[in-house]
């Protein structure tokens, strides 16, 4: 069973970076050809893709934050951690980390393991 685990600040103050860390268990990030995403859902809207790495370390940015998003990957924790930096209150949101066989512009069924989520809330 494919497992996912967010783990990020909670609060970040305005202009910080918001690192969060996506501990997997159960599959191995550096295998197969998968999507490790991050998407996020801010309060009242839909979700939004962030950006993806895959097995191979090859990484998706959504253009709309391409400029101040990363994502990297620690093959011997299993784990990948994205960032957003220069964060401002628009950067509030609930965010995952999920597997899938789809990113960006793919629909959301595409998307097939989630974390259970974590809030951040970006304020001073």
């Known amino acids: 069973q494919v497992r996912l685990q967010e783990s990020g600040p909670g609060l970040v103050k305005p202009s910080q970076t918001l690192s969060l860390t996506c501990t997997v268990s159960?599959?191995?990030?550096?295998?197969?050809?998968?999507?490790w995403s991050w998407v996020r859902q801010p309060p009242g809207k839909g979700l939004e893709w962030m950006g993806a790495?895959?097995?191979?370390?090859?990484?998706y940015y959504n253009p709309s934050h391409k400029s101040h998003t990363s994502i990297s990957r620690d093959t011997s924790k299993n784990e990948f951690t994205p960032q957003l930096t220069s964060v401002t209150s628009e950067d509030t949101a609930v965010y995952y980390c999920?597997?899938?066989?789809?990113?960006?512009?793919?629909?959301?069924?595409?998307?097939?393991?989630w974390g259970q989520g974590t809030q951040v809330t970006v304020s001073s």
């Open positions: 790495i895959t097995a191979s370390g090859s990484t």
């Open positions: 999920t597997k899938g066989r789809g990113k960006g512009g793919s629909k959301w069924s595409d998307y097939d393991y």
């Open positions: 159960g599959d191995s990030i550096g295998a197969n050809f998968y999507y």
